[in-house]
């Protein structure tokens, strides 16, 4: 079934994962009222570029030679964005004792710091990042977000993979 999908229509349903995604997490913000963590940030941000990459891929159309190039950029993405949320979970299962401090907003650091410090600092994580707000089928919010980074690098494996282009 997955062969009679045009790259092109791969990619677009792949974009449109990211779409779907994305409404989750503006979900648990806007309806659950979860404030997401700068981690949380960052995974958007990853999700988001998965999706942009995949969307220009469906808008482009490539042939084998620009299918492999959009794919392994989509990968990457997808690998940076599993590190993410693999640095979250690493921090939500800390003991309390090992758990950083709390930091200042996100506003405050981009107003202060140079932007590579605040890039370092975000990615590290603070206590905010440590908490577990909410679950489903005992999976945390970036424990989903990890699963769903792994669905999105196999998908742009398997365009890289693929054999046929078809139109």
């Known amino acids: 079934m997955l062969n009679a999908l045009s790259t092109r229509q791969v990619f677009l349903l792949t974009a449109l994962l990211t779409a779907v995604g994305m409404g989750f997490a503006f979900w ?3 309806y659950l009222g979860l404030a997401p963590c700068p981690l949380c940030m960052t995974q958007r941000a990853f999700v988001i570029l998965v999706g942009v990459i995949c969307l220009l891929a469906a808008i482009h159309n490539p042939q084998t030679l620009g ?3 959009y794919a392994g950029a989509g990968l990457l ?3 940076g964005g599993g590190a993410v949320a693999g640095r979250h979970i690493y921090l939500q299962n800390l003991p309390e004792d090992l758990v950083p401090a709390c930091g200042p907003p996100l506003e405050y650091l981009l107003d202060t710091l140079p932007f590579l ?3 370092n600092t ?3 994580g603070d206590g905010n990042c440590a908490d577990v707000v909410w679950t489903f089928m005992g999976l945390s919010i970036p424990e989903q ?3 769903f980074f792994i669905a999105l690098g196999l ?3 398997w365009q890289v993979m693929r054999f046929e282009n078809k139109p």
Request: aromatic share 4%; net charge neutral.
């Open 28 to 30: 648990l913000e806007y």
């Open 67 to 69: 299918r492999k190039l």
């Open 77 to 79: 993405a997808a690998i």
């Open 117 to 119: 410090e605040v890039v």
């Open 122 to 124: 975000v990615l590290m």
């Open 145 to 147: 977000t990890l699963l």
């Open 155 to 157: 998908i742009c494996v």
